[in-house]
């Protein structure tokens, strides 16, 4: 732990110049790569007038939108995994990134709604009705003991997986559009959507930060817990709280991003340990690394077309889930 | 002696329960098995035709009019019966699973073998295709290139785990490495794919067993009914608890090596139903769960129950798909958890037995 200590200035120091440098690459590479010195010309409004418009109205939101939600994904993935008790476990398993795909396929089917703030709200709103849902059934049957929350989240992860491809089969001419929104994308959000969404995010995060310490003591089993004066049910509905926040929010701005939720928080541990108050923040580093670097890959896989991003933070993911593996870091 | 008595009668109740329990297990499982061939019947009385169950019965033993014997022989049974075989198959390599892990999320998707027998249809769908989108050799093929999906995303998974395969949350991690990272092809060929082909292989992706002849039907049953038998030998060994380390060397078990078998027999039960009914792999999932709250942690039981759960799950799914939503045709695949979650939450609320 105090050889942790000692470098823990130092990763997140590297962390937060990767985020740096992954912003700036974000805001640089693409179908046209500008220089260092357009870039700072099209910020400061002087550029070119295709830079211009180029980077600040195409590139910068998705340069903000990309690290924001893979900070929150990363946050919220450490917080299911000591949650559930699981290291297999992640938001997807609680079933919220079924329920918002369930409501945008919904919507779209039934009012035809294709605006992207439409389908933000319903993504939104179908994220925190089944963490709500998820919530009440795993409380209501003896306690919120972890293997019951995974259980019904991936319950109804199915269920409503299943009902999104029946909608999707019935209605077939939806299917290529929704498609690239059911595997989530950082392309074309305006910031007025990350504005409505930054009120979740930050309620979502400084829950998040207050629950380090109690989420430390949940480690252990409940027993254990309760004995060093945890108040175990409170810690577990607060940790419900901030996951449904962050994950909902994610969501509405990106549609379900995979795998973020997943391997982040194995990295965060990699590098940090597994105290809370540590891992949580590196998880949020990482994560908005991890997010922005596969959204410039994204650019690149399938070039000139983009590629969803949720491809590539599953490829991405997987390669970095099997090197900490190989380390018998994971 | 005082104290003796005490203890003594203080088992005595449990030593009732352990016999009450066993009665109730046989029970529930007859009680499948009942449900499963009531099931089977229905499944061949049903459909576009509505044929009586004396007449599927008729035609079951010999008889019966041609119309008949063609729509019950020739239609429905090869695609009931696929369903039997893959729903019992998947959910015993998820009960598999689940019981060696000791991991409640572990099922057959989270092995690679699913996600890799699909990029193996995908590929096959990709590289076969002329121009004009038709295949240029016959769809009777595409289950031998999901068996060799599955086969190429197991070796890769036992390669790139090594020594450390004998690790159960190991090996479930190199699992969902490798099913991501061939998810993620997957999604980027059939994004980049004409439409044609998208439908296509999101219909193998979400599974059906409609299209089956008996040529598949025997070759399924050839291979997963051996495979079935070892993994109830296989379950005999295992300890009636869940398998942990100390539990396993009091009973014998070099765990190591029998986790590796028990994986193995694992995927190469999912990697045959798939090859034929595609990725149904929920079932795996939801239906050893199930099978736990009906019957308890008896091993045996539990697999019974598992595979009985498993087989009328697909059966159901593929039963509302072919009454309720045809013409069109939905795979059965994605209805197997509308049919198996609500009954599966039921089960979950109504008992607290997770932790007996």
């Given at each position: 732990m105090t050889a942790t200590a000692n470098r823990l200035p130092l990763i997140y120091g590297g962390l937060v110049l990767l985020l740096g440098v992954a912003v700036l690459g974000s805001l640089m590479l693409g179908y046209t790569i500008y220089t260092p010195g357009e870039l700072w010309d099209a910020l400061a409004g002087s550029g070119t007038s295709e830079a211009d418009t180029v980077i600040r109205e195409y590139r910068l939101p998705r340069a903000i939108v990309a690290p924001l939600v893979g900070a929150a994904l990363g946050v919220a993935g450490v917080i299911v995994q000591t949650l559930s008790r699981n290291r297999i476990a992640s938001p997807d398993t609680l079933g919220l990134n079924a329920g918002a795909s369930l409501a945008v396929v919904a919507v779209s089917a039934a009012f035809g709604t294709s605006s992207l703030f439409g389908l933000s709200f319903a993504a939104a709103s179908g994220a925190f009705l089944t963490s709500v849902l998820v919530f009440a059934l795993a409380a209501t049957a003896g306690g919120l003991s972890p293997l019951r929350i995974v259980l019904v989240g991936v319950t109804f992860a199915g269920l409503m997986n299943a009902m999104v491809e029946v909608i999707l089969?019935?209605?077939?001419?939806?299917?290529?559009?929704?498609?690239?929104?059911?595997s989530g994308a950082f392309v074309d959000r305006p910031l007025t959507l990350v504005a409505r969404n930054l009120p979740l995010l930050a309620v979502g995060g400084l829950m998040?930060?207050?629950?380090?310490?109690?989420?430390d003591a949940l480690q252990t089993d409940d027993a254990t817990a309760q004995s060093l004066g945890a108040p175990v049910r409170v810690i577990r509905i607060a940790s419900f709280v901030a996951v449904a926040l962050l994950t909902g929010a994610s969501v509405a701005m990106a549609g379900p991003v995979g795998f973020v939720g997943l391997v982040v928080p194995h990295a965060a541990r990699a590098l940090v340990g597994s105290r809370h108050s540590e891992k949580l923040g590196a998880a949020a580093l990482v994560g908005a690394v991890y997010a922005?670097?596969?959204?410039?890959?994204?650019?690149?896989v399938i070039y000139p077309t983009e590629a969803p991003v949720g491809a590539i933070t599953a490829v991405v993911g997987a390669a970095l889930l099997l090197?900490?593996?190989?380390?018998?870091?994971? | 002696m005082t104290g003796g008595a005490a203890k003594l009668s203080r088992r005595a109740p449990v030593l009732g329960n352990l016999a009450r329990d066993r009665a109730r297990a046989v029970t529930i499982v007859l009680l499948l098995l009942v449900v499963t061939i009531l099931m089977l019947l229905g499944s061949a009385a049903f459909g576009s035709t509505w044929v009586p169950l004396e007449k599927v019965v008729a035609v079951l033993s010999g008889g019966g009019e041609?119309?008949?014997?063609?729509?019950?022989?020739?239609?429905?049974l090869p695609r009931v019966l696929l369903a039997v075989l893959a729903g019992a198959a998947i959910a015993v390599s998820g009960f598999l699973l689940q019981k060696v892990t000791r991991n409640e999320l572990a099922s057959p998707s989270v092995l690679g073998v699913v996600d890799g027998a699909a990029l193996g249809v995908v590929i096959f769908l990709a590289l076969l295709s002329n121009d004009s989108n038709a295949l240029i050799v016959s769809i009777g093929w595409q289950p031998l290139a999901a068996a060799l999906g599955a086969c190429a995303a197991v070796a890769l998974v036992f390669a790139l785990s090594g020594r450390q395969a004998s690790s159960a949350v190991r090996l479930l991690l190199f699992g969902i490495a490798v099913a991501a990272a061939a998810k993620s092809v997957i999604m980027v060929l059939l994004l980049t794919g004409p439409i044609y082909r998208t439908t296509q292989a999101a219909r193998w992706i979400a599974g059906a067993v409609n299209e089956t002849n008996w040529g598949e039907v025997q070759l399924t049953a050839l291979l997963l009914v051996p495979a079935l038998v070892l993994?109830?030998?296989?379950?005999?060994?295992?300890?009636?608890?869940?398998?942990?380390?100390?539990?396993?060397?009091s009973v014998g078990l070099n765990l190591p090596v029998f986790r590796l078998v028990i994986f193995a027999l694992a995927a190469a039960l999912t990697a045959i139903s798939v090859a034929f009914a595609g990725g149904v792999s929920f079932i795996g999932l939801l239906a050893p769960h199930m099978a736990?709250?009906?019957?308890?942690?008896?091993?045996?039981?539990?697999?019974?129950?598992s595979a009985l759960c498993g087989a009328?799950?697909?059966?159901?799914?593929?039963?509302?798909?072919?009454?309720?939503?045809?013409?069109?045709?939905?795979?059965?695949?994605?209805?197997?958890?509308?049919?198996?979650?609500?009954?599966?939450?039921?089960?979950?609320l109504r008992k607290d037995r997770l932790n007996g």
């Open positions: 089969t019935v209605n077939e001419a939806e299917l290529q559009q929704l498609l690239f929104w059911l998040a930060a207050m629950l380090a310490r109690p989420l922005t670097a596969a959204d410039i890959l994204a650019r690149f090197v900490l593996l190989r380390r018998r870091a994971a | 041609r119309m008949e014997r063609l729509i019950i022989l020739q239609l429905r993994a109830l030998i296989a379950a005999t060994r295992l300890p009636p608890s869940d398998l942990d380390d100390v539990s396993a060397r736990r709250l009906l019957v308890g942690r008896s091993a045996i039981a539990g697999i019974l129950a009328v799950i697909l059966m159901g799914a593929d039963l509302v798909v072919r009454v309720l939503f045809a013409p069109t045709e939905v795979p059965a695949g994605t209805i197997t958890a509308v049919i198996g979650a609500p009954y599966f939450l039921y089960l979950l």
